[in-house]
């Protein structure tokens, strides 16, 4: 992907009986990812869904899967995500003790290594994997869930991250809008999820387009 401004839907906020033709709508509104929030209701105080329904999106698009683990005890199902069709696995540095293990596990199963870090966390504690992982996500809201708005330092955290490593892919998380999307890219971000302000409206297929016009 490298560099390449993508648009990544988050489906956390989309109707799931219609989930089907919410990816459609997006696939044809220029997405370039499908981003799936997974949460336990341990790290995050909400529970979301797991390798089964990610495995059932995977196969119902031919978008790749985006998927953002909000959970305890990565390590034990890294490897259910990469069997559901994950393109990217990205774990919270927040959540291991073995980081540097758990992104090399993620690479070995196949699947691109991404780290990511809660509002608070500071850069300095991803410093040295930045160079084994294949993105960083930035997290711009409390993880847990979507509609939050987003909180203006991680803008900071990703200006100062971008001028640290100009080839790196950045995903910017949550709060993200049609009205704030130019300052995230201009902060440094490459890859914007996108939930609530796609998925919570009534034509997500046009709303996408727009992102995507945003953007490019
Ligand atoms: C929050 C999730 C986000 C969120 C994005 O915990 O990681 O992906 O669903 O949703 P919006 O765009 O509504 O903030
Ligand atoms: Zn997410």
């Known amino acids: 992907m490298s560099l390449k401004q993508i648009i990544a839907p988050s489906v956390l906020n989309a109707n799931f009986l219609e989930l089907g033709n919410g990816l ?13 929030d997974i949460m336990d209701g341990h790290f995050v105080p909400n529970i979301s869904f797991g390798p089964g329904i990610s495995a059932c999106v995977g196969k119902g698009t031919c978008l790749p899967l985006d998927c953002h683990l909000m959970i305890e005890n990565p390590e034990q199902y890294v490897e259910a995500f990469a069997k559901a069709g994950a393109a990217y696995i990205s774990v919270h540095a927040e959540t291991t003790n073995h980081l540097d293990r758990l992104l090399h596990q993620i690479r070995e199963l196949g699947v691109k290594p991404a780290v990511a ?20 996500l930035i997290m711009s809201v409390n993880p847990g869930f979507g509609g939050q708005s987003l909180i203006p330092y991680c803008l900071d955290k990703i200006r100062e991250l971008r001028a640290l ?21 201009e902060a440094g971000a490459n890859v914007f999820v996108v939930g609530s302000a796609i998925f919570g409206k009534p034509n997500p297929e046009e709303v996408c387009r727009e992102f995507v016009k945003k953007i490019s």
């Open 24 to 36: 459609k709508a997006i696939e044809n509104g220029g997405a370039g990812l499908v981003h799936l």
């Open 117 to 136: 870090i809660n509002p608070a966390t500071p850069l300095e504690s991803i410093k040295y994997v930045l160079g084994i992982v294949d993105m960083v």
């Open 165 to 185: 490593c100009p080839e790196l892919d950045i995903e910017i998380d949550g709060g993200v809008k049609l009205d704030n999307i130019v300052a995230c890219k």
